[in-house]
């Protein structure tokens, strides 16, 4: 069985891989892109996932023609970030992601993936998946089915499509691919087939439902990001906009922004240009700031102000010392679980110390930034009844809050 791995030069060239390094390819598939890896790194180990049984025995063979130094995982990519650490790995030189169908899974008919063969209405990557294409197609509602084609597919004429979906299984199921290829090009005007394939995007708004593909693709990058080593690599290949938008959008929340707060911060400006750092000036609108800071995954920095307008929005802050006792009071105030600064001049051995703490509170997600949050409206919260007090004059002395 011959398969060709696309942008197989550019993967390789942008993995940059190191002979004693350890790589993960989420898409085995018929090991194109791992072999490549494979034959690179005689002192490291690769870990490959597949959910294709054909895909993972074809494979094997494959990469024992190069070594031994490889382990794959019958799972979904969804999964990556318990399997290895089960394996005791905790960080990982490099990630490919190789989105969408191999040609060989096109090539079997009887998948039902292609809309140019007949065969039964499946669509699943994991032969054992429970949701089928059949299942879709014959039980999702009318607003369920439009949905899932205007979102997945993108598709202009996805309500007629689904309407005709439900008029024609209310005489019978329908169960293969033909039959639906039918009904969609009956939905569609005759004129728009010169320009556009509705059966393609109906087809690929199914499966990615069948296989949660996009919220498996999100979810899975951000494990990917937290698992990287300093150094490390993630190469993803799309192959339509939908997973595109969803790797950019990641990708995005891990850029980093240099904050100018004040006048003696102007050398920022002469780092921004060696490093191509993006900064925020400071003449930037404080509502804009407000927002960035807010919606960052860290905030790392000595600055009191900034670090209030990250906190608001439930960023985790990491402090540097400063000669103010403004930043630990914060963190008081904020009940962190440890009271500490960084040198503001750290050391390589501190500076790994400040990135492994930046990926611990990365990792935490939601639920510590949840925590920051609720910790910032109980203090405005109490604010506002102090305010209150002090205006009605029933209160002649200040009150110590109590925190």
């Known amino acids: 069985m011959k398969h060709y791995s696309v942008l197989k030069n550019e993967l ?19 090991a194109g892109d791992s072999k490549e890896i494979l034959k690179r790194i005689k002192r490291g180990f690769l870990f490959a996932f597949d959910q294709d049984t054909d895909a993972i025995s074809y494979s094997t063979k494959e990469l024992l023609q190069i070594g031994d130094n490889f382990k794959i995982f019958y799972s979904n990519f969804k999964d990556l970030k318990e399997h290895l650490l089960s394996e005791n790995i905790n960080g990982v030189d490099g990630f490919v992601f190789d989105l969408g169908l191999s040609s060989p899974q096109i090539d079997e008919k009887e998948r039902g993936f292609s809309f140019m063969s007949d065969a039964a209405l499946d669509m ?10 059949k299942d879709v197609v014959n ?51 005759k004129k728009y087939f010169v320009t556009k394939h509705p059966e393609r995007q109906i087809f690929q708004a199914i499966r990615i439902e069948v296989n949660d593909e996009l919220n498996i693709l999100e979810s899975s990058l951000k494990d990917a990001v937290n698992l990287l080593n300093k150094g490390g690599r993630i190469c993803v290949i799309t192959f339509h906009s939908l997973e595109d938008r969803i790797v950019k959008n990641e990708f995005k929340e891990y850029n980093v922004y240099l904050v100018e707060v004040c006048e003696g911060d102007a050398f920022l400006n002469d780092v921004s240009k060696i490093t191509n750092t993006p900064i925020i000036a400071i003449d930037t609108p404080i509502l804009a700031v407000g927002k960035i800071l807010a919606n960052s995954r860290v905030f790392i920095s000595g600055r009191y102000h900034p670090a209030i307008l990250s906190s608001l929005g439930g960023t985790p802050c990491i402090f540097m010392s400063s000669n103010s006792h403004k930043t630990k009071s914060i963190q008081e105030l904020l ?44 203090l405005s919260e109490e604010t506002i009844k102090q305010k209150e007090l002090l205006r009605s004059g029933k209160n002649k002395k200040w009150q110590k809050i109590k925190y």
């Open 139 to 189: 039980n999702y509602s009318l607003d369920e089915l439009t949905r899932i084609f205007r979102e997945y597919g993108e598709e202009d004429f996805s309500r007629p499509i689904a309407k005709n979906i439900v008029s024609s299984r209310e005489n019978k199921p329908i169960e293969t691919t033909m039959e639906l290829v039918k009904i969609i090009e009956e939905s569609v005007p």
């Open 335 to 378: 009940k962190y679980d440890e009271i500490k600064e960084y040198n503001v001049l750290p050391n390589e051995n501190e500076i790994n110390e400040i990135i492994k703490k930046a990926k611990e509170d990365i990792r935490k997600g939601e639920s510590l930034r949840k925590k920051i949050k609720e910790r910032c409206l109980e």
């Open 12 to 30: 390789i060239e942008g993995l940059n891989i190191k002979p004693d390094g350890i790589y993960v390819d989420a898409t085995l598939g018929y």
């Open 124 to 133: 699943r990557m994991d032969k054992n998946g429970k949701l089928t294409a």
